[in-house]
């Protein structure tokens, strides 16, 4: 994927973290006593969102107001430590730069202390301007709407309006209950409860999240609705109906800053030119990352591409079930095809892989019956197999034609596929002419050639010669 160059604009804050232990209660008063180890400082607010995007590769340029204060300082000499380039940074006298103090006790928050203003800014003309003219040079903007001043209603119209005019992509991480200041941007990125406040009901079910989605890109002119949904992941409205992206994240220690990870890996994604649903699930693993962490935290794609191994990794053990949990996944399957084949498969070759992709062809979800170790040597004699049933399964489940392995004792499928009930049984084409096992119980039975001079018992065969 191509470098992208993303414009951010909105509240840059200071997240301070101060790290300790605990080990007593005060004395004093019914509160942790926390012995400070250190202390740390980074960007916060829309300063994390620009974390995340040079984390994500990205070029990054900032628009933002901070008072003229030490905090002020110290925020922009991080942007510009950590490769940012700010475009247009106001200091506006007798403004609070925006400061957030966390007590961290053995990596728990125990309170937090802001300071900060919230007064709206004096000078949108200047920042649209500046906004306008530094457009030309990034592929895409985000606005990072903390409410605490700098995106004000008229200029957060100002701003999508120039990213019209460039035919440059907008996206917003809103705030507030009024969503009108947003009128007309790419996408916006509000949680459930966000998105219930501003279309006025509470968010509670499915037909309910469709109506949201619904309400914010009609009466907003989005051109990709979403809200994210937690633990659930992203819903997208699309033709018509909501979307869901489930989420991926297995251990959460810190949401802090999550959301702006994902408005950044959406940002990259669009910017890049890939399309709506890609940088969604993308933006679901970088979500899956920095919810691992502790504090506000980034995602990279090198990190991303690791989650995506491990979850394929985990994905091959999930795929192999007994018959019952097969049996219980897929009463739920509704309209979907269900083809049934079973087999050895020992020692996996090139001709077991043509025979698993031609007979998923035939219908939506692929169960391989796999005959148990005990089974194979009743059948093919203590020689067999070569490779146990739990190395034999794994393999199987690692090939994208197969949705599920499930293994047996017996030595024909039969109880199997009484039990599963398949729309669609294949065998080999050495089977025609032949009754074949389980065709009373099924729909439809499909034989299916076999690849010439492909077998196992031909390369054990050549094996065996080879070492003679």
Not at 190 to 215: C, M, Y
Request: charged content about 25%; some cysteine.
């Amino acid at each position: 994927m191509r470098e992208v160059r993303a414009l951010v604009a909105g509240d840059l804050m200071l997240d301070h973290y101060i790290w300790g232990s605990c080990e007593r209660i005060s004395p004093e008063a019914p509160v942790q006593v926390v012995k400070i180890k250190n202390e740390t400082k980074r960007l916060g607010g829309a300063g994390n969102v620009v974390l995340n995007l040079l984390s994500l590769g990205a070029k990054v340029g900032v628009m933002s107001v901070l008072g003229d204060d030490e905090t002020g300082d110290e925020i922009e000499r991080i942007l510009r430590e950590q490769g940012a380039k700010p475009e247009f940074i106001k200091r506006e006298i007798g403004r609070t730069s925006s400061i957030k103090s966390r007590v961290m006790a053995t990596h728990q928050q125990v309170v937090r202390i802001d300071k900060e203003s919230v007064e709206a800014v004096t000078c949108e003309d200047e920042l649209a301007a500046n906004f306008a003219r530094a457009l030309e040079g990034y592929d895409v903007a985000l606005l990072s709407d903390y409410g605490k001043g700098v995106l004000t209603s008229a200029l957060c119209q100002k701003l999508i309006k120039a990213c019209a005019d460039a035919g440059k992509p907008v996206l917003i991480d809103p705030k507030g209950a009024d969503y009108s200041k947003y009128k007309g941007a790419t996408l916006l990125t509000p949680n459930k409860k966000e998105a219930g406040e501003a279309v006025g009901f509470k968010i509670e079910n499915d037909e309910q999240l469709f109506t949201a989605l619904n309400l914010l890109k009609n009466e907003l002119n989005l051109t990709h609705s979403l809200i994210t949904i937690s633990e659930e992941g992203i819903a997208l409205l699309e033709d018509a109906q909501a979307v869901k992206f489930p989420a991926l994240a297995k251990e959460v220690f810190d949401v802090t800053g999550a959301g702006d990870t994902v408005l950044a890996t959406l940002g990259v994604m669009l910017g890049a030119g890939e399309g709506i649903k890609k940088a969604i699930e993308t933006a679901n693993l970088a979500a899956a990352v920095v919810v691992a962490k502790v504090g506000s935290a980034t995602a990279s794609f090198e990190e991303i591409n690791e989650l995506v191994r491990r979850k394929n990794a985990a994905g091959f053990e999930e795929k192999i079930k007994s018959a019952d949990e097969l049996a219980a996944t897929l009463a739920n399957r509704g309209e979907k095809r269900l083809v049934f084949t079973n087999g050895c498969f020992d020692i996996l070759h090139a001709g077991h892989v043509s025979y698993l992709a031609k007979a998923r062809e035939f219908g939506d979800i692929l169960v391989v019956g796999l005959n148990s170790d005990a089974s194979v040597r009743a059948l093919k004699g203590d020689a067999r197999p070569v490779n146990s049933q739990t190395d034999r399964a794994t393999v199987l489940a690692a090939l994208g034609a197969v949705d599920y392995v499930t293994i047996f004792d017996e030595l024909t499928p039969l109880n199997l596929i009484e039990k599963l009930r398949p729309d669609v049984l294949v065998k080999g084409a050495d089977y025609e002419g032949k009754e074949v096992v389980g065709s009373s119980v099924v729909k439809d039975v499909r034989l299916v050639e076999f690849v010439a001079g492909k077998s196992t018992s031909a390369t054990i065969k050549r094996i065996k010669n080879e070492d003679s």
